[in-house]
Structures are given as C-alpha cells and as structure tokens.
C-alpha cells in the first residue's frame, strides 16, 4: 500500500445541503466514514490532496482523525455531472490483514490477429484481496489471439492473494473480425420506399374517383 496516502480528516458536526456549499467553498470535501459496526463519523477533507489519492479505483485512505490513525477504503465518490466537482465520498473501515471485496478494472494490452479487433465486454471483475493490497487493474494480453478467441473471467490471470468472485463463465475479451457495413444498399431502399409512396399516393385519387363516379 502507498505509504503517501495519509489525510488529516475533521470530524464535523454540522450536515446537510447548507453545510457541504460552506465546506466546498473552501476547497474541502464532505465525507462520511462507516462499517465494522461503528457509528458514522461525518467528516471533512482537503480537496486537493484527496482528489489527488482517489484518482485511481479503489483508493484506500490513511485516515488521520484527531491523532489517531484510521484505514479507509473509498467506496463511493459522487460528483456535480457538469463542472465534475467532488460533491460527497462514502469511505469504509477496513483493518490490515482483513479481506474485502472491490471491482477492480480490466486492462487490455497487447494487438489481436491483423483484421480482427477484442472487444472488451467486462470492463471490471469482482475480486476478493486483502484490504491494504488492492490492485489497481487485472491485465488481460489479447497478443495475437485469432478471430473467435474468447477470454473468460477464469481465464485471467489475478494478482497474488486475489480470489474471483466474478462468474468464472464471464465473457471478458471478445475477438472478432469486424463486420463490413455495405452503406450502398441504403439509398436503394430509400428509393425503393419512395417509389412504393408514390404508387400509393397516385392508386389513392383514383379510388376517389371511382368512388364519386359510383355515387
């Protein structure tokens, strides 16, 4: 674990709308701190350095909270979907030693057969890993597979001490040849459409006609 992740946390007593404006506008960030059956603890972070640490998936945070000190895993991170301004972070207790379960990302390296491209359908898998060594990404190396190769989630590689908890039958990696779109065909059938309207469109006065020479 990056020894360069320790934040000085305040605890605060204020919630609510009002109280988060107050603390965004001084460049901090609201946060709530819970789990292992312990009471949550609202708390205030520095904006800049925590925006800093949480860049990657499944950061985890060494709480400095007066004095003591206090591992956090960041669980949820929820931002203003317009100017992309850190809004609230849900943080869990976690000790050393002890197992959690995360998504961790799925990292392609590598170029597929010439003519074929992998799709990657799992952009996360499910992983059970000990809290204080969570990877950053599982690589999946696609490497000269040819068209048709699947990767399942039990074909992957995992990290020392990593367990999936993911179905082992998960399609990660698809290779296949991409499908030719012929946009010929297109202006055909618009043609065709248009021809079929202006049948239509003529057989309609003459069946008023006929209808009105009836009467």
Known sequence: MDEDNKIVAEERETFGKGAA??????????????????EPKHLTLPGHETALLIR????????QI?????????????????????????????KRGEKVQVEVPVHVEGEP????????????????VEATHIPE?????????EDGTQLLAKDVELPKGATL?????????????????????????????EAAEGAEAEAAPAEETEGESAE
């Open 66 to 94: 007066s004095g003591k000190s206090q591992l956090a895993l960041v669980k949820d991170v929820q931002k203003d979907p317009v100017h992309q301004v850190i809004e609230h972070i849900d943080l869990v207790v976690i």
């Open 113 to 128: 057969a010439a003519g074929t491209i992998a799709d990657l359908d799992a952009h996360t898998l499910l992983l059970e």
């Open 21 to 38: 404006r107050k603390i965004r506008a001084v460049h901090k960030i609201p946060a709530v701190l819970y789990g292992h059956g312990t």
């Open 137 to 145: 990404n599982v690589v999946v190396s696609v490497e000269g597979l």
């Open 56 to 63: 990657k998936a499944n950061a985890v945070l060494d709480l």
């Open 165 to 193: 908890i993911s179905e082992a039958e998960t399609l990660v990696v698809n290779v296949h040849v991409p499908q030719k779109v012929d946009l010929g065909e297109e202006p055909e059938a618009a043609e065709g459409e």
